[in-house]
């Protein structure tokens, strides 16, 4: 891992958690549009985004109501869906792992916790990650993969 490499992958942590907090008042519980979701797409891109958006998720967190359990839970589906995501086969498949992930993990621990019904808190964090995912983070995909000198800054190489 190269000092190059090292800061890819602190930048994004940076960017996910700095989105977070300027926007926490809808980044959290179950009526959220996390914006910073939209870097859930970068692991198609690059594997550095997968620690990155990990850590950043993780720092992220630490702002949350939920406490412990969205330090611990969150986090473990923002890893397993980077893993994911990292391995689609379509560009247009890259935002999905985050969605079904995050409504289903965040959705359960959501309802759970709060004690709402699972179902309707589900459909609520999906809804807000499709927007982020798809509606913000999928053309931010297809931008960057059209221009090959920001692709290569992402992965560490320029």
């Known amino acids: 891992m190269t000092t190059r490499k090292i800061a890819v992958v ?9 989105l977070t907090y300027l926007l926490a008042g809808i980044s959290f519980l179950p009526q959220q549009v996390r914006f910073a979701e ?6 198609y891109l690059t594997p550095l985004a997968i620690p990155g958006l990990t850590l950043g998720v993780f720092l992220a967190n630490l702002a949350s109501p939920l406490g412990w359990i969205d330090w611990v839970f969150g986090t473990l589906a923002t890893l397993l869906a980077a893993v994911l995501t990292g391995r689609a086969r379509h560009p247009a498949l890259a935002p999905l792992p985050p969605v079904v992930v ?3 993990g965040v ?3 959501l309802s759970y916790v709060l004690g709402l019904p699972y179902l309707l808190t589900a459909g609520q964090v999906a809804l807000g990650q499709l927007i982020a995912c798809y509606l ?5 995909l297809l931008a960057l993969r059209a ?12």
């Not at 602190?10 to 700095?18: D, F, H, R, T």
């Open 10 to 18: 602190g930048v994004i942590a940076g960017l996910y958690a700095s």
């Open 38 to 43: 939209a870097l859930t797409v970068l692991p």
């Open 102 to 104: 995050n409504a289903v």
């Open 107 to 109: 959705g359960y621990y």
């Open 136 to 140: 913000l983070g999928y053309p931010m």
């Open 147 to 158: 221009r090959p000198a920001l692709l290569a800054l992402l992965r560490g190489e320029a």
